[in-house]
């Protein structure tokens, strides 16, 4: 038996904290994954409020890092006692995007987490692991392909952010925008991903980095992750003429997820620049542009899903980053907290207190 935070029902604002969840046997491609650290994302929270999907019962969490426990028959990439990070997104090598070179956009293991319960509750009712993964659990069970090995030096708090927040957004930043030294750009949104966007930015040399957020809290903060300036949704146009004589951003992102934010980065991006989707939103909010406009303005609008990264090949990347400081985990932490913790640390996710908390199971 395990702990476990189990989402019962869509729209829940709590969850269920159990000491009495098991896991599915490891099959001959599977690995079970001890879980050591795992964070609290804003994907968790759209997971709970049904922005993104599930079919509950649901054990929550996608962000981890733990030790491998048990391996199946077919597995030689990984073997107990391996520390990893959880990949919620494994690519399976065979379908028309892993084919194409790009293992970020493989849904086949996901599509099967939605059909094939990987835990059990106390009563036997079967439970899904959200985005096929779970990592609000001690222990979860999923393909080999999601567990990424890591060198022991690196401590599981760090590790489980290399499982989201740091791909997600170092990763838009390295793959899917073009920044070249000296470009200008601003990000939308100051949270976990935004920070992890700009400390991106930085590193690929943006010479301007705005972060722009309504919370004028988070803008000292974004200033100690590489932000050369700040601005609120009210002063953005006013920064944007200072610093661009008007002309607009060379690429603006937009990390929170609502379409309105998306308006606000196109409207901040110059003529021909990039605008970078790195929000994850609901099925239903829409956005819109002129025909004319998307023409004759030039500007891209680019979807950045998962920073359009491959673990096993950026992993490494970002583990030498933050070995040569140029990349700041630790500052990313707002709070390290118990699995008794969580449902305060959903409070405080949703209250926008927090940058990123991290569940300590030891």
Sequence with gaps: ????????????????????????????????????????????????????????????????????????????????????????TPNCGTCGECRRGQPYLC??????????????LGDGTPAFGMAGAG????????????????????????????GC??????????????IRPGDKVAVVGAGGVGLSVIQGAKIA????????DPNEAK?????????????????????KNLLTAGQGFDTVFEVVGKSAAITTAWNATRRGGDVIVVGAGAADDNWSQSAFGLLFDGKSLKASLYGECDLRRDIPVFVDLWRA???DLDGLISRRIRFEDLNDAIRALAAGEVIRQVVLFD
């Design 107 to 120: 849904i086949t293991f996901i599509t099967q987490a939605f059909t094939e319960p990987a835990f059990r």
């Design 165 to 178: 927040g740091i791909p997600t957004g170092v990763g838009a930043a390295f793959h899917t925008a073009d």
């Design 1 to 88: 038996m395990a702990r476990a935070a189990v989402l019962h029902a869509v729209g829940d604002t709590e969850l269920d904290l159990r000491d009495d969840v098991t896991t599915i046997d490891p099959g001959p491609t599977q690995v079970k994954i001890k879980i050591k650290a795992t964070g609290v994302c804003h994907s968790d929270l759209s997971t709970m409020t049904g922005v993104l999907p599930s079919v509950p019962p649901t054990v929550v969490g996608h962000e981890g890092a733990g030790v491998v426990t048990e391996v199946g028959d077919q597995v030689t990439a990984v073997a107990p006692g391996d520390h990893v990070v959880v990949n919620w």
């Design 219 to 239: 803008h000292p903060i974004a200033k100690q992750f590489g932000a050369t300036h700040t601005a609120t949704l009210d002063s953005l146009e006013d920064t």
């Design 325 to 327: 400081g140029k990349l």
């Design 205 to 212: 040399g943006a010479a301007t980095i705005v972060a722009v």
């Design 135 to 162: 990592t609000w659990a001690e222990e979860l069970v999923m393909p080999w392909q999601a567990a990424i090995k890591i060198d022991e030096d690196v401590p599981f708090e760090y590790a489980a952010l290399l």
